[in-house]
Protein backbone atom coordinates (compact mmCIF):
# COMPACT_ATOMS: atom_id res chain seq x y z
CA UNK A 1 0.00 0.00 0.00
CA UNK A 2 0.99 3.27 -1.03
CA UNK A 3 2.29 5.69 2.05
CA UNK A 4 1.44 9.75 2.29
CA UNK A 5 2.14 11.26 -0.76
CA UNK A 6 3.58 14.82 -1.28
CA UNK A 7 4.25 16.47 -4.40
CA UNK A 8 6.56 18.06 -5.59
CA UNK A 9 9.39 17.02 -3.27
CA UNK A 10 11.52 20.32 -3.98
CA UNK A 11 10.72 23.72 -4.65
CA UNK A 12 12.34 27.17 -5.83
CA UNK A 13 9.90 30.12 -5.62
CA UNK A 14 10.79 34.18 -4.62
CA UNK A 15 9.81 36.47 -2.55
CA UNK A 16 6.46 37.58 -3.14
CA UNK A 17 5.42 34.56 -5.16
CA UNK A 18 2.85 31.98 -4.08
CA UNK A 19 3.06 28.12 -3.51
CA UNK A 20 0.84 25.38 -3.79
CA UNK A 21 1.68 22.45 -2.01
CA UNK A 22 -0.15 18.54 -2.68
CA UNK A 23 -0.78 15.43 -0.05
CA UNK A 24 -2.49 12.35 -0.97
CA UNK A 25 -3.09 10.65 2.57
CA UNK A 26 -2.68 6.60 3.12
CA UNK A 27 -6.02 5.09 1.69
CA UNK A 28 -8.99 5.00 3.63
CA UNK A 29 -7.75 8.40 5.81
CA UNK A 30 -9.87 11.08 5.95
CA UNK A 31 -8.05 13.22 8.05
CA UNK A 32 -4.46 15.16 6.78
CA UNK A 33 -2.23 17.62 8.86
CA UNK A 34 0.14 19.70 7.50
CA UNK A 35 3.34 20.60 9.54
CA UNK A 36 6.60 22.92 9.08
CA UNK A 37 9.90 21.96 9.82
CA UNK A 38 12.55 24.92 9.81
CA UNK A 39 16.17 23.90 9.56
CA UNK A 40 17.28 22.35 13.07
CA UNK A 41 13.78 22.46 14.70
CA UNK A 42 10.94 20.37 15.30
CA UNK A 43 7.73 20.40 13.18
CA UNK A 44 5.16 23.21 13.87
CA UNK A 45 1.61 22.13 13.40
CA UNK A 46 -0.28 24.36 10.88
CA UNK A 47 -3.16 22.92 9.88
CA UNK A 48 -5.77 19.50 10.34
CA UNK A 49 -8.68 18.62 7.95
CA UNK A 50 -11.09 15.77 8.83
CA UNK A 51 -13.85 15.07 6.16
CA UNK A 52 -13.69 18.21 4.50
CA UNK A 53 -13.40 20.06 7.62
CA UNK A 54 -10.80 21.91 9.57
CA UNK A 55 -10.39 20.92 12.59
CA UNK A 56 -7.28 22.86 13.87
CA UNK A 57 -5.31 25.71 13.10
CA UNK A 58 -1.66 26.59 14.35
CA UNK A 59 -0.30 30.04 15.14
CA UNK A 60 0.76 30.81 11.15
CA UNK A 61 -0.63 34.18 9.60
CA UNK A 62 -3.58 33.99 7.19
CA UNK A 63 -1.14 33.67 4.17
CA UNK A 64 -1.30 30.19 4.74
CA UNK A 65 -4.59 28.50 3.81
CA UNK A 66 -5.40 24.75 2.72
CA UNK A 67 -8.11 22.66 1.81
CA UNK A 68 -9.27 18.96 1.68
CA UNK A 69 -10.87 17.25 -1.14
CA UNK A 70 -13.81 15.00 -1.57
CA UNK A 71 -11.19 12.27 -2.45
CA UNK A 72 -9.47 13.38 1.03
CA UNK A 73 -6.35 15.26 -0.42
CA UNK A 74 -5.50 17.99 0.61
CA UNK A 75 -3.55 21.18 -0.46
CA UNK A 76 -1.44 23.56 1.62
CA UNK A 77 -1.59 27.31 0.02
CA UNK A 78 1.13 29.85 0.78
CA UNK A 79 0.65 33.08 -0.36
CA UNK A 80 3.52 36.46 -0.34
CA UNK A 81 6.14 34.18 0.62
CA UNK A 82 8.81 35.24 2.84
CA UNK A 83 12.23 34.32 3.12
CA UNK A 84 11.41 32.38 6.45
CA UNK A 85 8.83 30.59 4.71
CA UNK A 86 11.74 28.48 3.61
CA UNK A 87 11.41 24.94 5.38
CA UNK A 88 10.21 20.92 4.45
CA UNK A 89 6.39 21.10 4.80
CA UNK A 90 5.24 17.62 6.24
CA UNK A 91 1.90 16.18 5.86
CA UNK A 92 0.42 13.80 7.76
CA UNK A 93 -2.35 11.58 8.01
CA UNK A 94 -4.31 9.33 10.07
CA UNK A 95 -7.61 7.33 9.62
CA UNK A 96 -9.92 9.04 12.59
CA UNK A 97 -8.20 12.53 13.36
CA UNK A 98 -7.25 10.96 16.51
CA UNK A 99 -3.83 10.86 15.68
CA UNK A 100 -2.65 12.17 19.31
CA UNK A 101 -3.71 8.58 20.42
CA UNK A 102 -3.31 6.81 17.47
CA UNK A 103 -0.71 7.00 15.27
CA UNK A 104 0.27 9.48 12.42
CA UNK A 105 1.74 8.37 9.33
CA UNK A 106 4.20 11.01 7.89
CA UNK A 107 4.78 11.88 4.18
CA UNK A 108 8.26 11.80 3.23
CA UNK A 109 7.68 16.22 3.12
CA UNK A 110 8.10 19.21 0.49
CA UNK A 111 11.36 21.02 1.02
CA UNK A 112 10.69 24.73 -0.08
CA UNK A 113 13.36 27.51 -0.66
CA UNK A 114 12.24 30.56 -1.10
CA UNK A 115 14.51 33.36 -2.72
CA UNK B 1 -0.20 24.52 27.51
CA UNK B 2 1.70 21.34 26.72
CA UNK B 3 5.13 21.49 25.81
CA UNK B 4 8.28 19.05 25.71
CA UNK B 5 12.28 19.98 25.71
CA UNK B 6 14.54 17.64 24.39
CA UNK B 7 17.75 18.18 26.06
CA UNK B 8 20.86 17.93 24.12
CA UNK B 9 20.70 18.58 20.50
CA UNK B 10 23.47 16.25 19.89
CA UNK B 11 24.36 12.98 20.99
CA UNK B 12 27.16 10.74 20.16
CA UNK B 13 27.94 7.02 20.91
CA UNK B 14 30.06 4.03 20.41
CA UNK B 15 28.26 1.26 18.35
CA UNK B 16 26.74 -1.00 20.90
CA UNK B 17 26.88 1.18 23.90
CA UNK B 18 23.98 2.59 25.52
CA UNK B 19 21.58 4.93 24.01
CA UNK B 20 19.98 7.47 26.16
CA UNK B 21 17.99 10.57 24.14
CA UNK B 22 15.87 13.25 27.11
CA UNK B 23 12.32 14.24 26.95
CA UNK B 24 10.92 16.52 29.42
CA UNK B 25 6.93 17.45 28.96
CA UNK B 26 4.98 19.56 30.41
CA UNK B 27 1.53 19.59 30.46
CA UNK B 28 -1.98 20.59 32.31
CA UNK B 29 -3.62 17.05 31.44
CA UNK B 30 -2.66 13.60 31.61
CA UNK B 31 -0.62 13.61 28.54
CA UNK B 32 -0.20 11.30 25.61
CA UNK B 33 3.34 11.09 24.40
CA UNK B 34 5.63 10.19 21.57
CA UNK B 35 8.94 9.33 20.16
CA UNK B 36 9.28 10.22 16.16
CA UNK B 37 12.40 9.29 14.05
CA UNK B 38 13.87 11.11 11.31
CA UNK B 39 15.83 9.93 8.60
CA UNK B 40 18.29 12.15 6.31
CA UNK B 41 15.33 13.30 3.27
CA UNK B 42 12.49 11.37 4.83
CA UNK B 43 9.41 11.93 6.62
CA UNK B 44 8.90 11.22 10.54
CA UNK B 45 8.22 7.68 11.75
CA UNK B 46 6.81 6.97 15.37
CA UNK B 47 8.84 4.46 17.61
CA UNK B 48 6.93 4.29 20.12
CA UNK B 49 4.13 6.20 22.34
CA UNK B 50 2.22 6.38 25.55
CA UNK B 51 -0.75 6.67 25.82
CA UNK B 52 -1.51 6.09 29.82
CA UNK B 53 -1.50 2.46 29.99
CA UNK B 54 2.29 0.62 31.07
CA UNK B 55 5.01 3.26 32.46
CA UNK B 56 7.07 1.31 30.17
CA UNK B 57 6.79 1.03 26.63
CA UNK B 58 8.47 -0.70 23.72
CA UNK B 59 8.72 0.43 20.18
CA UNK B 60 10.14 -0.79 17.03
CA UNK B 61 14.09 -1.05 16.79
CA UNK B 62 14.34 -2.19 20.45
CA UNK B 63 13.94 1.29 21.40
CA UNK B 64 11.76 1.73 24.90
CA UNK B 65 10.88 4.75 26.62
CA UNK B 66 9.62 5.07 30.35
CA UNK B 67 7.02 7.53 31.47
CA UNK B 68 8.06 9.21 35.09
CA UNK B 69 5.43 11.08 36.34
CA UNK B 70 7.64 12.22 39.55
CA UNK B 71 10.09 13.16 36.92
CA UNK B 72 7.78 14.68 34.01
CA UNK B 73 10.08 12.69 31.98
CA UNK B 74 10.13 10.98 28.79
CA UNK B 75 13.49 9.67 28.41
CA UNK B 76 14.03 7.51 25.12
CA UNK B 77 16.45 4.08 25.64
CA UNK B 78 18.34 1.45 23.20
CA UNK B 79 20.89 -0.81 25.08
CA UNK B 80 22.71 -1.26 22.31
CA UNK B 81 23.18 1.28 19.13
CA UNK B 82 23.43 0.46 16.15
CA UNK B 83 25.39 2.16 12.92
CA UNK B 84 21.72 2.58 11.35
CA UNK B 85 20.04 4.35 14.40
CA UNK B 86 22.40 7.56 13.44
CA UNK B 87 18.69 9.71 12.58
CA UNK B 88 17.17 12.65 13.96
CA UNK B 89 14.68 12.10 16.82
CA UNK B 90 11.91 13.95 18.31
CA UNK B 91 9.66 13.67 21.48
CA UNK B 92 6.43 15.21 21.16
CA UNK B 93 3.37 15.81 23.32
CA UNK B 94 -0.70 15.64 22.21
CA UNK B 95 -1.94 19.36 22.05
CA UNK B 96 -4.29 18.03 24.91
CA UNK B 97 -7.09 16.69 23.46
CA UNK B 98 -7.51 13.05 21.77
CA UNK B 99 -9.42 14.08 18.99
CA UNK B 100 -6.95 16.07 17.33
CA UNK B 101 -3.77 15.17 14.63
CA UNK B 102 -1.96 17.89 16.52
CA UNK B 103 1.28 17.38 18.26
CA UNK B 104 3.95 19.31 19.79
CA UNK B 105 7.57 18.57 18.65
CA UNK B 106 10.86 19.09 20.86
CA UNK B 107 13.51 21.11 18.73
CA UNK B 108 15.09 17.31 18.11
CA UNK B 109 18.38 15.24 19.37
CA UNK B 110 20.88 14.10 16.60
CA UNK B 111 22.25 10.78 16.93
CA UNK B 112 25.32 9.60 15.88
CA UNK B 113 26.99 6.44 16.37
CA UNK B 114 30.44 5.91 15.77
CA UNK B 115 31.94 2.28 14.95
Known amino acids: DAGVTQSPTHLIKTRGQHVTLRCSPI?????VSWYQQVLGQGPQFIFQ???????GRGNFPDRFSARQFPNYSSELNVNALLLGDSALYLC??????????????FGSGTQLSVL | AQSVTQLGSHVSVSEGALVLLRCNYS??????LFWYVQYPNQGLQLLLKYTSAATLVKGINGFEAEFKKSETSFHLTKPSAHMSDAAEYFCAVSEGSWNTDKLIFGTGTRLQVFP
Open chain 1, 27 to 31: SGHKS
Open chain 1, 92 to 105: ASSSTGAGSREKLF
Open chain 2, 27 to 32: SSVPPY
Open chain 1, 49 to 55: YYEKEER
